[in-house]
């Protein structure tokens, strides 16, 4: 358990940027969503006040047990995530066309949020246990690559394609972080360009017309190209300083499809304009370097890959996010991770963060 003059060490910045990020994202999410109610006329943004709720408690729960321990509960959690996912590709609530939801009495779960969290827990623990002297080659990350591999197959099939990268990056910054060579580095590059004509064939008809858009989203406004331009105006209307909180009409109006989940930012962005995003862009900055700081501080190479997977979990998903929702890449279904609703999403978020915490409250040492 942790020494109550621990606390005095926490990362008192990560824990106020998370609050202001999660604050932020209510209020765009209360914007989106009036006049729109979740399951049992719910307000969205009352659900995703009760999530943090229950996130801030799994936070706490988190930071309490050393993360040494925490990986003892690696292999069953995996098991249980993977699991869920097959649970869901059989039973699973379909919703817009895609099958990624398990309904519990009240609750709606996505299993593939919480196997992001499973995933870096995972590939920790086995790259810690079979650590090595020299730089890893393809050999060495065979099994890492199959525990990925079958979870991300699993997502894709949903169809999630945006967490499904997110699996892949996961793993590609973890093998980064543990140090592979050169060779195997070139190796991956050229193996993952050779995939592209596969991966382009195994794409659905409306994914593909999601990369063309990107580049023409005139090309079928009203079909593929509909979420881009809609996203682009919202963020184009706000202008400098925004229309006001709860003043874009964009939104209001019920133009911007996914407002409160993929396009949270286009909401922000209406809202408050320029300057209102550009301040939530350096909020998440801050959060992100605290991370990569926590693992570049972290005391074992164990608190740097856990630290490290979940950074890297956290800047590619907002990069992407964003990317996304001003048209500087496809639109994947990446929501904004603690700003865009999402009861799994955000309760895993905030078991990362706990994580986070954990690695660095264990830098410090007390005795008596």
């Known amino acids: ?54 996130g801030a408690i799994a936070a706490i729960v988190v930071i309490l047990f050393d993360y040494r321990t925490l990986l003892r509960l690696a292999y069953p ?30 609750l709606t779960l996505q ?35 199959v525990i990925t591999l079958f979870p991300a197959l699993l997502i894709a099939k949903e169809p999630d394609l945006g967490t499904a990268l997110v699996i892949l990056v996961i793993f590609a910054s973890m093998s980064f972080i543990v140090g592979m060579n050169l060779k195997s580095i070139l190796v991956l590059t050229v193996l993952g ?27 079928d406004p009203l079909g593929s190209g509909y979420h881009l331009l809609q996203s682009k105006i919202a963020v184009g209307s706000g202008g400098i300083w925004g229309k006001g909180l709860w003043g874009g009409t964009q939104s209001r109006l019920n133009f911007l499809p996914e407002k409160h989940t993929d396009f949270i930012f286009s909401v922000f962005s209406e809202d408050l304009g320029f300057v209102g995003a550009s301040l939530l862009l350096i909020l998440y900055f801050i959060f992100l370097m605290r ?43 990446i929501p904004f991770p603690l700003i865009s609703y999402g009861g799994s999403a955000l309760l895993a978020s905030l078991m990362a963060i706990g994580l986070l915490l954990n690695v660095h409250l264990r830098r410090f040492k007390f005795s008596g």
């Open 1 to 54: 358990m942790v020494d109550r003059r621990a606390l005095a060490n926490l990362d008192w910045t990560l824990v106020v940027t998370t609050l202001a990020l999660t604050g932020a994202g209510i209020l765009s999410i209360y914007s989106a969503s009036r006049g729109v109610s979740g399951s049992l006329d719910t307000p969205f943004f009352v659900k995703q006040l009760w999530w943090l709720l229950c």
């Open 77 to 106: 959690c995996y098991f249980l995530s993977l699991c869920g996912l097959i649970y869901v590709l059989l039973f699973g609530r379909v919703i817009s066309g895609a099958q990624r939801w398990i309904i519990i009495g009240p």
């Open 111 to 145: 299993p593939s949020e919480f196997m992001k969290i499973s995933l870096i827990l995972t590939l920790a623990n086995y790259f810690d246990r079979h650590e090595k002297p020299r730089p890893w080659n393809l050999r060495d990350l065979f099994i890492p690559a």
């Open 193 to 219: 360009l050779g995939s592209l004509p596969l991966g382009w064939s195994l794409l659905k008809d409306y994914q593909k017309g999601r990369i063309f858009t990107l580049f023409n989203p005139e090309l």
């Open 291 to 333: 991370s990569i700081d926590v693992a570049y501080r972290a005391k074992d190479s164990l608190g740097a890959l856990l630290a490290g997977g979940i950074a890297c979990m956290f800047t590619f998903s907002a990069a992407v996010n964003v990317a996304m929702t001003v048209g500087l890449a496809p639109v994947v279904g």
